[in-house]
């Protein structure tokens, strides 16, 4: 079955950088976009980047920038190194499969989620 766990998440303070990565299996991972949501507390979880499968991609403009969404085919594993990190960016990381049509932006439109990972940013 399909599964996606992330990692990398942690305590940084102001300035600082995080790796997350996020490993899929049980599909083609290739063809498949992956995107990055967050959840801050008492927000709506939020488009952070995607990044097709053919190498196009998005951010959000809050993280433009800053963040960088990468994969790697060979290890079914997609990357989101997050850079100049601010308080605001305090949040749980999610990675998603993005689904087979519609906007990136709509979260209802990823079929498949990670337990998400906590990233607090210290001021």
């Known amino acids: 079955q399909v599964q996606l766990v992330e990692s990398g998440g942690g305590l940084v303070q102001a300035g600082g950088s995080l790796r997350l990565s996020c490993a899929a299996s049980?599909?083609?991972?290739?063809?498949?976009?992956m995107g990055w949501f967050r959840q801050a507390p008492g927000k709506e979880r939020e488009f952070v980047a995607i990044r097709w499968s053919g190498g196009n991609t998005y951010y959000a403009d809050s993280v433009k920038g800053r963040f960088t969404i990468s994969r790697d085919n060979a290890k079914n594993t997609v990357y989101l190194q997050m850079n100049s990190l601010k308080a605001e960016d305090t949040a749980v990381y999610y990675c998603?499969?993005?689904?087979?049509?519609?906007?990136?932006?709509?979260?209802?439109?990823?079929?498949?989620w990670g337990q998400g990972t906590q990233v607090t940013v210290s001021s």
């Open positions: 998603a499969r993005k689904g087979n049509s519609g906007t990136y932006l709509d979260q209802y439109l990823y079929d498949y």
């Open positions: 049980g599909y083609t991972f290739s063809v498949y976009a």
